[in-house]
């Protein structure tokens, strides 16, 4: 089974910046898409960046426009998100995940089907 396992959150100031990584192993990657979700107490969990399988395409919420950067490094199996300017409404734990399905532009939280199991971003007022 794929197996994500996500890294880099923390406690950190308002306007400060985090980098967040996540490291998958046990199916491909090269092949798949890959998101980062975050998930606030009690509210649903949102799709916050995706990334085409190759780099060449992605996509934000409105909300991390020009402050977050989803990235990959296929030689590494891993994927990133850059986060700057961090406000304390993007308090909450971050997932990383893959496509269900090769060489696909995911559009639906549904077509993810392999999960991380998360990490903290706390940001401070």
């Known amino acids: 089974q794929v197996q994500l396992v996500e890294s880099g959150g923390g406690l950190v100031q308002a306007g400060g910046s985090l980098l967040l990584s996540c490291a998958v192993s046990?199916?491909?990657?090269?092949?798949?898409?890959m998101g980062w979700f975050r998930q606030h107490p009690g509210k649903e969990r949102e799709s916050v960046a995706t990334i085409n399988w190759r780099g060449h395409t992605t996509d934000y919420v409105d909300s991390v426009k020009g402050r977050f950067t989803i990235s990959r490094d296929n030689t590494e199996n891993t994927v990133y998100l850059e986060m700057k300017d961090l406000r304390p409404e993007d308090t909450a734990v971050y997932y990383c995940a893959r496509d269900s399905n090769p060489y696909h532009w995911p559009r639906w939280s549904n077509d993810f089907d392999s999960w991380g199991q998360g990490t903290q971003v706390t940001v401070s007022s």
């Open positions: 046990g199916g491909t990657f090269i092949t798949h898409s």
